[in-house]
């Protein structure tokens, strides 16, 4: 899918949208329990949040699209590297 498509399919934006909101509150609660910076210092942990309550609050309809969709293709592999990395670190805890 390019950007053009992703614009266009409203039930993609849509799903994307909720999808990062989702990670966003999650991240934020995990936040709340454990010191993501400690666990995994190459996490982007405060990006998502952030990101989360722009999405939540619809801060700029017309901005939304673009900003997701270059979020899905230049942030969402670091979050995702970041992420398996504290599950790594969050597994090595709970073994011991």
């Known amino acids: 899918m390019d950007i053009e498509a992703y ?3 409203a039930r ?3 799903a994307c949208e909720r999808a990062f909101i989702a990670i966003g509150e999650a991240l934020g609660d995990l936040g709340g329990k454990v010191d993501l910076v400690v666990l ?6 405060v990006d998502p949040v952030r990101f989360r ?3 939540a609050h619809d801060y700029d309809d017309k901005a939304v699209p ?3 969709w ?3 293709v230049h942030d ?9 990395e504290l599950e790594t670190v969050l597994k ?4 011991h």
Not at 40 to 45: D, E, F, L, R, V
Not at 78 to 84: N, Q, V
Not at 92 to 95: E, I, N, P, R
Request: proline share 12%; hydrophobic share 45%; no cysteine.
């Open 76 to 84: 969402l592999p670091e979050l995702d590297a970041a992420l398996a």
């Open 92 to 95: 090595t805890f709970a073994g």
């Open 70 to 72: 270059d979020t899905i």
């Open 7 to 9: 614009e266009a399919d």
């Open 53 to 55: 309550h722009f999405l």
């Open 12 to 14: 993609t934006r849509y």
């Open 40 to 45: 995994a210092p190459g996490g982007p942990w």
């Open 66 to 68: 673009p900003l997701v």
